[in-house]
């Protein structure tokens, strides 16, 4: 029974923790001191759940961003062409350029990382 309730435990430590809170917060959220908290945050496989439960909130907050991104897009090129105010045309024209040229970054970021791990993979 004990094992299952530091698993319950564990489990809500790892929310909170992942969520932003504070040690003190997770710790008073998750029903154990803050001194257990810390030690559980020693623990690497611990630390491991944290950090995999952190991964998969990145990744729905991801996936939810970009089935919005279209619409976002689609909106951006109204506010550009349409938009009655020069500001609100200025400004959707300042975002889609800024985003243009942050994407190219990326993909060119992307391309060197690809061509260094294929680099380290041959040797």
């Given at each position: ?15 909170s ?11 008073a ?9 810390f ?16 991964r ?13 991104a ?6 951006l090129?109204?506010l ?16 889609i ?16 990382l690809?061509a ?8």
């Open positions: 029974m004990a094992g299952s309730g530091r698993h319950r435990a564990d489990e809500t430590l790892i929310a923790l992942a969520t932003g809170a504070s040690i003190k917060e997770a710790a959220q998750a029903d154990v001191g803050e001194r257990t908290a030690r559980r945050l020693n623990d690497p496989t611990f630390r491991q759940q944290l950090s995999e439960a952190k998969r909130m990145l990744e729905a907050a991801s996936a939810k961003l970009a089935s919005s279209g619409a976002a897009c689609e909106e090129d109204r550009l062409k349409k938009a009655k105010s020069e500001s609100v045309r200025l400004a959707a024209a300042r975002v350029l800024e985003q243009v040229l942050r994407m190219r970054d990326l993909v060119d970021i992307n391309e060197r690809e260094l791990e294929r680099e380290v993979k041959s040797v």
